[in-house]
């Protein structure tokens, strides 16, 4: 997979965010001709082509149902509950989907009310 692209309503909030969240860099910039939306291009820092995916943030209606894709992040240089006090500090807000609070992964939004999951630790293996 090469890309991911989130429909947002201001990619410069979403950008800076989810920079400082995976540690990325803006890649590109896409202005088109005759376009009123534009969109931000994020990745690694080694750039295109590694072994992430890159975001593109893109301005366009955010979709009104729930998604059936979102991101988890497991934390590997702090545990989760620093990576939590984090990302709470960059202006994720905790979302109730119903979750009973036993589950092994803390429920977020990002500034725009796009969810994402922290996990607690790894999924065990099969």
């Given at each position: 997979?090469?890309?991911?692209?989130?429909?947002?309503?201001?990619?410069?909030?979403?950008?800076?965010?989810?920079?400082?969240?995976?540690?990325?860099?803006?890649?590109?910039?896409?202005?088109?001709?005759?376009?009123?939306?534009?969109?931000?291009?994020?990745?690694?820092?080694?750039?295109?082509?590694?072994?992430?995916?890159?975001?593109?943030?893109?301005?366009?209606?955010?979709?009104?149902?729930?998604?059936?894709?979102?991101?988890?992040?497991?934390?590997?240089?702090?545990?989760?509950?620093?990576?939590?006090?984090?990302?709470?500090?960059?202006?994720?807000r905790p979302a109730?989907?119903?979750?009973?609070?036993?589950?092994?992964?803390?429920?977020?939004?990002?500034?725009?009310?796009?969810?994402?999951?922290?996990?607690?630790?790894?999924?065990?293996?099969?």
């Amino acid at each position: 997979m090469g890309e991911l692209v989130l429909d947002c309503h201001d990619p410069e909030v979403l950008a800076r965010f989810w920079c400082e969240v995976l540690d990325f860099v803006e890649l590109g910039r896409e202005h088109p001709e005759g376009v009123d939306g534009y969109a931000i291009e994020i990745g690694p820092r080694e750039g295109f082509g590694g072994p992430q995916p890159t975001i593109i943030l893109r301005t366009g209606e955010p979709a009104e149902a729930k998604s059936n894709l979102h991101i988890d992040l497991n934390p590997t240089d702090r545990d989760s509950d620093a990576e939590l006090e984090r990302l709470l500090k960059l202006g994720a807000r905790p979302a109730d989907i119903g979750q009973t609070g036993e589950e092994p992964w803390n429920v977020l939004e990002d500034p725009e009310g796009n969810s994402f999951c922290l996990l607690k630790g790894r999924l065990d293996p099969l």
